[in-house]
């Protein structure tokens, strides 16, 4: 079984400044992809960004980026320049590539991150 | 325009009823799933359907039925024998990512807005 563990429940950060948002997972599996969603106060899921296991390069989109650690089993999400639309609540989230389970998603608690003028 | 639609956005159930909720898309996604999310749980898997007339049951089943006779459509049925159901229900939907055996790489999931059930 996966699990995902976001130890913080809610983060602050002022404007333009950058913030880091932590996420650990336990699997035994070897191919797997991670992702970090971004839920607004209109609750709708968007996805923020991913990350392949078996690529050694981390991930960035923009002012997003990712740290993944794989041996630490570790996968945090850095947003820099923060913007005031970045307030949300941030999910951690798994999948393993294995046919009987489909695309399905574990995720972590998450945390609400409040960005301030 | 394409997507996935919920409805209704909010529900209201006596104890002991059985209430159906409405998960449809337009994207021709083989794949659908229902994710269950309570405050400081995060989302959790209750059912996902990789193909019509089949579903696999996730980590929280126990209390909830689905059908998958189209492909668009996916509804769940939160029973009576489900003890504490007032939580936030979010459907989503993806291209399969599996074909005969062959893993074509991951595709994105898209999720519908929700739908707010609350027990009274």
């Known amino acids: 079984a996966q699990t995902v563990t976001q130890s913080q429940p809610e983060m602050s950060v002022q404007e333009a400044e950058t913030v880091t948002l932590s996420c650990t997972y336990d699997?035994?599996?070897?191919?797997?992809?991670l992702f970090w969603y971004k839920q607004p106060p209109s609750r709708q899921m968007i996805l923020v960004i991913r990350?392949?296991?078996?690529?050694?390069q981390n991930a960035t989109e923009n002012r997003f980026s990712v740290n993944f650690q794989k041996a630490a089993k570790s996968f945090s999400l850095k947003i820099s320049d923060s913007q005031l639309g970045d307030t949300a609540m941030y999910f951690c989230?798994?999948?393993?590539?294995?046919?009987?389970?489909?695309?399905?998603?574990?995720f972590g608690e998450g945390t609400q991150l409040t960005v301030n003028p | 325009d394409g997507g996935i639609t919920q409805s209704p956005k909010y529900l209201f159930r006596k104890e002991g009823q059985n209430v159906t909720l409405s998960c449809e898309q337009n994207?021709?996604?083989?794949?659908m799933y229902w994710y269950r999310q309570d405050p400081g749980q995060g989302l959790r898997l209750i059912y996902y359907?990789?193909?019509?007339?089949?579903?696999q049951k996730g980590d929280i089943a126990e209390g909830y039925s689905v059908s998958r006779e189209k492909k668009e459509s996916f509804p769940l049925t939160v029973t009576s024998a489900q003890k504490n159901p007032t939580a936030f229900y979010l459907c989503?939907?993806?291209?399969?990512?599996?074909?005969?055996?062959?893993?074509?790489?991951?595709?994105?999931?898209?999720f519908g807005p929700g739908t707010r059930l609350t027990v009274l």
């Open positions: 990350q392949e296991a078996y690529k050694q």
């Open positions: 989230a798994f999948t393993a590539v294995i046919e009987t389970s489909g695309s399905r998603l574990t």
């Open positions: 359907s990789q193909i019509v007339n089949d579903f």
């Open positions: 989503a939907s993806s291209i399969d990512s599996w074909t005969s055996g062959t893993y074509w790489g991951y595709n994105e999931q898209f």
């Open positions: 699997t035994s599996e070897n191919n797997y992809y």
């Open positions: 994207l021709n996604h083989d794949a």
